[in-house]
């Protein structure tokens, strides 16, 4: 089974911009679709983002379609989110995730979850 370990949140402005990535090891990182998921304080998991195999196909949540952007490298065996036009709204923990199926958006369907890493943004 893959490990997945999430680094770049931080604390920034509204408007700003943080780039996340999801380092993988463990597995072959080409095999699985990879998704980002978030938690903010006292609200479940929900879905943002994810990825295809080979990056034929991605899908965003609403809410950050046309800010956020999911890419991969399956040479580095890492998948980002580059997170553009930040809001306060965007505060949570991120959690990259792993699959050996195609794109779906239920949490419960990803077989590997990172630590997370808590991105804050201010107003």
């Known amino acids: 089974q893959v490990q997945l370990a999430e680094s770049g949140g931080g604390l920034v402005q509204a408007g700003d911009s943080l780039r996340l990535s999801c380092a993988a090891s463990g597995g072959t990182f080409s095999s699985y679709t990879m998704g980002w998921f978030r938690q903010g304080p006292g609200k479940e998991r929900e879905f943002v983002a994810a990825?295809?195999?080979?990056?034929?196909?991605?899908y965003y949540a609403d809410s950050v379609k046309g800010r956020f952007t999911i890419s991969r490298d399956n040479a580095k065996n890492t998948v980002y989110l580059q997170m553009n036009s930040l809001k306060p709204e965007d505060t949570a923990v991120y959690y990259c995730a792993s699959r050996a199926g195609s794109i779906v958006t239920m949490s419960n369907e990803y077989d590997s979850w990172g630590q997370g890493t808590q991105v804050t943004v201010s107003s």
């Open positions: 990825i295809s195999r080979r990056s034929g196909v991605t």
